[in-house]
């Protein structure tokens, strides 16, 4: 299994940035994708980012799409979501998660991080 560990988060005025980093030790080896989601208080965990640890493939959700970049370096094991144009509704608990293939060809979460705290003020 995979360890994460986020860190970067913290209390940012609207039009603000932020960079969050996701740090990944233990079983790396066979990585397919590895994902950001948020969680906002009372409402249910969202994705936000994606990028395939091989081709470096980016998907993003249609909120952060524009304002956000999702990036890793493959030697340092890390993850990264730069935030930019930040949005009071961007505030939330935000985690990392990494994805794998099984026997079966499906994809499956492999390890979710602590999360790290965004907030956002207006």
């Known amino acids: 299994q995979v360890q994460l560990v986020e860190s970067g988060g913290g209390l940012v005025q609207a039009g603000g940035s932020l960079r969050l980093s996701c740090v990944a030790s233990?079983?790396?080896?066979?990585?397919?994708?590895m994902d950001w989601f948020r969680q906002a208080p009372g409402k249910e965990r969202e994705f936000v980012a994606r990028?395939?640890?091989?081709?470096?493939?980016?998907y993003y959700a249609d909120s952060v799409k524009g304002r956000f970049t999702v990036s890793r370096d493959n030697a340092k094991n890390t993850l990264y979501l730069q935030m930019d144009s930040l949005k009071p509704e961007d505030t939330a608990v935000y985690y990392c998660n990494t994805g794998r293939i099984n026997a079966s060809g499906a994809y499956y979460v492999d390890s979710w991080g602590q999360g790290t705290q965004v907030t956002v003020s207006s």
């Open positions: 990028i395939k640890w091989g081709s470096g493939n980016t």
């Open positions: 233990g079983r790396t080896f066979s990585t397919y994708a």
